[in-house]
């Protein structure tokens, strides 16, 4: 069974820091490019960041850059998400996504509330 399972999640004030985590099993972690996505309340899904298999490349969404910090660890199978500097429009339920581009596969979390509020 594929499962993607996010942690670190909660309430922060802002200007802190929050860690998310994304433990994958199911599937070989190794084959796909990891990203993190996010919805804010009543607003649509939105783009975070990228890191391709091996750690390589990583990209951002212009709004997070020097901000957050994606990385992975095949051997754990798991994909890092830190966050520093939060603003209260930070809130939103953060996702992680598998996708295996040579399928157009994908696979998908099911979200950790991160809330920056004092």
């Known amino acids: 069974e594929v499962q993607l399972v996010e942690s670190g999640g909660g309430l922060v004030q802002p200007g802190g820091s929050l860690r998310l985590s994304c433990a994958a099993s199911?599937?070989?972690?190794?084959?796909?490019?990891m990203s993190w996505v996010r919805q804010a309340p009543g607003k649509g899904l939105e783009w975070v960041s990228t890191i391709t298999w091996n750690g390589g490349n990583t990209h951002y969404s212009e709004s997070m850059k020097g901000r957050f910090t994606i990385s992975r660890d095949n051997a754990k199978k798991t994909v890092y998400l830190q966050m520093k500097s939060l603003k209260p429009e930070d809130t939103a339920v953060y996702y992680c996504k598998a996708r295996w581009g040579l399928i157009n596969r994908e696979y998908w979390g099911q979200g950790t509330q991160v809330t920056v509020s004092s």
């Open positions: 199911g599937f070989t972690f190794d084959d796909y490019t």
